[in-house]
């Protein structure tokens, strides 16, 4: 079992911006896809952004020039830099991580979230 616990939500302006991290139990470099999800209320939870063991990334087109996924293995987290937030990003961001193992099975595992509002 990987543990995921997120941090650094919070109550910005229009225009700011937050850092999130998640920090995973187990070596990131062990995991093969970590990123973010988020889920307004009333919303499907989306894809925001991920990044693989590779060094590839891929953010969700909303996001895409303002947020910035980047891994630091010293520290087994997974950051999330969001400048220029919106109204529309005011959403509870959750971490996520992907194991595949050899047999081809995937396990998927989530933190329990952290609320990101952005409001004047």
């Known amino acids: 079992q990987v543990q995921l616990v997120e941090s650094g939500g919070g109550l910005v302006q229009p225009g700011g911006s937050l850092r999130l991290s998640c920090a995973a139990s187990?070596?990131?470099?062990?995991?093969?896809?970590m990123g973010w999800y988020r889920q307004a209320p009333g919303k499907q939870r989306e894809l925001v952004a991920i990044?693989?063991?590779?060094?590839?990334?891929d953010y969700a087109d909303a996001v895409k020039g303002r947020f910035t996924i980047s891994r630091d293995g010293a520290k087994n987290t997974v950051n999330l830099q969001l400048n220029s937030l919106k109204p529309e990003d005011t959403a509870v961001y959750y971490c996520?991580?992907?194991?595949?193992?050899?047999?081809?099975?995937?396990?998927?595992?989530w933190g329990q979230g952290t609320q990101v509002t952005v409001s004047s």
């Open positions: 990044t693989t063991g590779g060094g590839s990334t």
């Open positions: 187990t070596n990131i470099f062990s995991i093969n896809r």
């Open positions: 996520y991580a992907l194991i595949i193992r050899a047999t081809g099975t995937h396990s998927t595992f």
